[in-house]
C-alpha cells in the first residue's frame, strides 16, 4: 500500500508523464503539418499559360512578368532568340514542335508550342465536280466558319481532276480518288501538298477503306469495255503505294471491314464478296438477290447492315431491302423491304451516333430505321439531297443539294439527330462526303 509520500510522489510521475506525452504529439502534428519550403520563381510566361497549338500563320502575343528588378525578358524558340519584352508579338511561320523558352537572366520558363497546318482542323468537304468537265475539288471550312474553296489547286497548281468519287485519312496523308481521271492523289493532310499521284493499271477508283493501321484497300470498277477489269487496289499507307491487286466483282463500290474480313458490295449484280484481309484472298460470296448492294454500315451488336435496290426499265430505283449479315458466319439475318414510293432510292447509309438507328436517302429526303422495338422506316428530314453522313463527334447529320449546271445552288445543310436544321453553307459542284477534323 502507499504512504501519502508515495502517493503524492507516484502522481506527479503520471503527471509528468502525461504531460511530456501530449507536448510529444503535438510536436509530432506540428512537423507533420508543416509544409516543405518550396522554391518559388520569379519569373512568369503568362501566355501562353500552358502547352498548346496553333495553326501555322497565327500571330501569338507572347507576355512574361519577372519580380525582379532591372531585368531584361528574353524570348527564344528552340534556344534561337526572337525578342525581348514582356510583350512580344510573334507568327509560327513553320509546322512542328517547338520548345518556346522566357529567361529573366536568373530563371527560365519554358512551353511546348505545336504548330499545325492550315487545315488540320476543321471540316474538309470533297465536291465531285460536273462530268467532263476536270473541276472535282476539296474545300474547307475552318473551326470559326471560313470557307476556302478548291485547296488542292490552290497547294497544288493543278486539278484535282474529273470526279471525285472518295476521301479519307489514313495516318498523316489524306487519299482522293478521282475516278473519271482513274488517278489517285496523295496530299499530306495539314497542308494538302501533293505527296504522290498513283496511276496504273487500273481504272474508275471507287471507295477507299481502311483494313489496318499500314493497309486500305480501294474499290475499281475497271473499264467498261472490259480491257481494264475490275479491281481492289492494296495500298501500303506508310509508302503511299499499291502493292498489290485482287480481282473483284462486276460493280465493286463500297467496302465494310470487320473481324479481319473486308465485305465488297458488287453493284452491278447481286452479291457481296468477302476477302480474308490477311491473305488478301476471297473467302466467299453472300447474294443478295434480287437486288444490288450498295453502302454498308455496323450496328451496335457488330452487325453489318447494307442498303440493296434495284433499277426499273425507267432507270428508277423505287423498291429495295435493308439487309442484317451476321459478320461471323456471313448469314443474312434480317430483311427489311423498303419502298420510295413515287421516287428512288439512293445508295448511301449511315449509323446514328449511337449506333440504335439507321439513316437513308429516298429521293424526297433522309429516312430513318431504329433499330430497337420493332419500328419502320420513317422520314427524318424533307428534301432532295446528294449525299449524307453522321458526324461521329456530335451525331449531327450532313447532306448536301447539288446542282450540276449553278453552282450557286449547291450548298451543305446540317441537321440534329432529331432532324432539325442547324445551319447550311454554300459550297462548290456536288458536295459528296466530309472529313471531320476537330
Known amino acids: 500500500m502507499l504512504n501519502k509520500h508515495n502517493r503524492s510522489t507516484y502522481t506527479f510521475l503520471v503527471l ?15 512537423e507533420q503539418n508543416q509544409t516543405p519550403d518550396v522554391p518559388t520563381s520569379n519569373l512568369e510566361m503568362i501566355t501562353p499559360a500552358s502547352d498548346t497549338a496553333f495553326i501555322v500563320g497565327s500571330e501569338l502575343l507572347l507576355r512574361g512578368l519577372s519580380t525582379r528588378e532591372n531585368v531584361t525578358l528574353n524570348w527564344s524558340l528552340n534556344g534561337t532568340a526572337i525578342g525581348q519584352g514582356e510583350s512580344l508579338a510573334y507568327a509560327f511561320e513553320q509546322t512542328g514542335t517547338f520548345t518556346l523558352q522566357l529567361s529573366d537572366g536568373e530563371d527560365q520558363v519554358e512551353r511546348q508550342i505545336s504548330v499545325l497546318g492550315k487545315y488540320a482542323i476543321g471540316t474538309l468537304v470533297s465536291h465531285e465536280g460536273v ?4 473541276n472535282a475539288s476539296v474545300g474547307f471550312l475552318s473551326p470559326t466558319g471560313e470557307w476556302t474553296s478548291d485547296i488542292f489547286r490552290t497547294e497544288n497548281s493543278r486539278p484535282l481532276g474529273d470526279v471525285l468519287q472518295d476521301m479519307k485519312q489514313f495516318g498523316n496523308a489524306t487519299y ?26 487500273f481504272a474508275n477508283p471507287r471507295y477507299f477503306a481502311e483494313v489496318s493501321s499500314t493497309k486500305a484497300y480501294l474499290s475499281t470498277w475497271g473499264e467498261f469495255d472490259g480491257s481494264v477489269p475490275p479491281q481492289i487496289l492494296v495500298l501500303d499507307t506508310r509508302n503511299h503505294s499499291i502493292t498489290s491487286r485482287i480481282n473483284a466483282g462486276a460493280g465493286a463500290n463500297f467496302i465494310h471491314v470487320k473481324n479481319s474480313k473486308a465485305f465488297v458490295s458488287n453493284s452491278f449484280e447481286t452479291s457481296i464478296t468477302v476477302f480474308d484481309t490477311q491473305t488478301d484472298a476471297q473467302i466467299s460470296n453472300i447474294s443478295t438477290a434480287p437486288h444490288s448492294p450498295y453502302q454498308m454500315t455496323e450496328d451496335v451488336q457488330g452487325k453489318i447492315w447494307v442498303i440493296c435496290y434495284s433499277f426499273d426499265e425507267n432507270f428508277n430505283s423505287p423498291e429495295g431491302e435493308l439487309l442484317r449479315i451476321n459478320p461471323d458466319t456471313e448469314a443474312i439475318e434480317a430483311r427489311i423491304p423498303i419502298n420510295a414510293t413515287g421516287g428512288n432510292i439512293r445508295s448511301l447509309l449511315q449509323r446514328s451516333q449511337d449506333r440504335l438507328r439507321l439513316y437513308f436517302l429516298f429521293s424526297d429526303g433522309v429516312y430513318e430505321l431504329p433499330l430497337e422495338g420493332g419500328g419502320s422506316p420513317s422520314k427524318l428530314i424533307d ?33 440534329s439527330n432529331s432532324g432539325t436544321f442547324i445551319e447550311s453553307f454554300s459550297v462548290s ?9 476537330n
Do not use: K, W
Request: aromatic share 16%; glycine share 6%; charged share 15%.
Open 383 to 415: 428534301g432532295n439531297f446528294y449525299t449524307l453522313q453522321v458526324q461521329p463527334s456530335t451525331g449531327n447529320i450532313y447532306t448536301s443539294v447539288a446542282n450540276f449546271t449553278n453552282e450557286a445552288e449547291n450548298e451543305v445543310q446540317i441537321y
Open 176 to 201: 482522293l480518288s478521282v475516278s473519271v481521271s482513274s488517278t489517285v492523289e496523295v496530299v499530306e493532310s495539314d497542308n494538302f501538298n501533293s505527296i504522290v499521284t498513283l496511276t496504273g493499271d
Open 131 to 134: 462530268f467532263g468537265q476536270s
Open 429 to 437: 459542284f456536288g458536295a459528296n462526303g466530309f472529313i471531320f477534323r
Open 16 to 30: 509528468f508523464l502525461l504531460s511530456f506525452s501530449f507536448f510529444a504529439c503535438n510536436n509530432d502534428d506540428d
